[in-house]
């Protein structure tokens, strides 16, 4: 019994050894005898049981006529012991992915969208010091200083524009106010008008130059002919108008449109016939719309000359109630007088007849 168990021992050993060769052959040869075709990954197990009389080889491999190891290890085992002989499963096939959701497709990154700058506008310009300077003196009625002061900057600067001109036309205005003689209140007047036309040449769109294009032709229409003077009224309206739409804030225009409609609604038969024949018709106007103008003036900046102005007009107009005549009258008395009050009777001077 023990020869038998020996001899049974060396029998395995040898088909074990032969086994190992065949496969060793198998993989060395295969390239060369034209296999190039494996379907399945070849696996040998070898198991042996705990008592030699029992051992067993177990290999699996390919079951394919065409597997060069299968023909091998038939050939050397002999189909003696258990030889096994399986295919490995074969990996289960991936499911599909949509092509839009495919891992293999090549991702398009888009660059990302700038978003616009909102626009911002570019802070006012610093204000120049010369024009702070000179509307502190206006508002003091200090006129000959600003007067030389303004001139000296026109020869120095050229780079003021609608801004210096304007302001030296109104300053010339006040000049002309407190001018002696009618010849250089004439020209100092006249100069100013230049001078606004030119601000509004530079610059249509300043209320400024309107406005003092429109005081300074009354003012120059106190030294012309009748006829002259109610061509001008027309002009005067037009740019009154144009400066109250661009400076609705403005006391000083609503004041001088007061003015124009107290003047033009003044007018006696004999001048409306006149202004009929030579121009069609009259500037036409009336002293309620003058009222309305008086009292945003009067809203905007009191003065004692538009209390007195005011309560003349509302005595006169059509649809005021003798309650807000009082009020004017009472405003007359309250009020004092002021420097402004001069600017308001200089406007008195403005002629459109």
Known sequence: ????????????????????????????????????????PTRVRVSAASS???????????????????????????????VE??????????????????????AVVEPPVEEAEEEVEPPPPAPEPLFLAADAMHEEFVVKPLYDKLEEAAKERTDLGAELLWRRARCH??????????????????????????ALAADPENGYAHKWVGILLGRVASFLPPNLKMANAFIIRERLDEAVARL???????????????????????????????FGEPPSTTFDEALVHYRRAWELRPSRYLADKGA????????????????WKQRRIDTPPGPRDMVGATLREMSVI
Not at 4 to 27: E, F, G, I, K
Not at 85 to 106: D, G
């Open 85 to 106: 002989t399986a295919t490995a499963p074969a990996p289960a096939p991936a499911p599909e992915v949509p092509a839009a959701e495919s891992t293999s497709a090549v």
């Open 173 to 198: 205005y006040e000049m002309a106010t407190q001018a002696r003689s009618p010849a250089e209140q004439k020209a100092l007047a006249q100069k100013g008008l230049q001078l606004a036309k030119q």
């Open 1 to 40: 019994e023990s020869a038998h168990s020996r001899r049974t021992a060396m029998l395995a050993h040898t088909q074990l050894t032969a086994a190992c060769l065949a496969l060793a052959t198998a993989l060395t040869l295969a390239p060369c005898a034209g296999f190039t075709h494996v379907h399945a």
């Open 248 to 278: 609705p804030e403005d006391a000083s225009v609503h004041l001088a449109l007061g003015e124009w409609c107290a003047k033009v609604a003044s007018l006696n038969l004999v001048e409306r016939f006149f202004s009929s024949v030579v």
């Open 52 to 82: 030699w009389s029992g051992s067993a080889v177990s290999m699996m491999a390919d079951q394919s006529p065409r597997n060069p190891l299968a023909r091998f290890v038939a050939r050397f085992t002999g189909g003696g012991n258990s």
């Open 312 to 327: 003349e007009v509302a005595s006169r107009a059509e649809s005021v109630s003798e309650q807000e005549v009082s009020e």
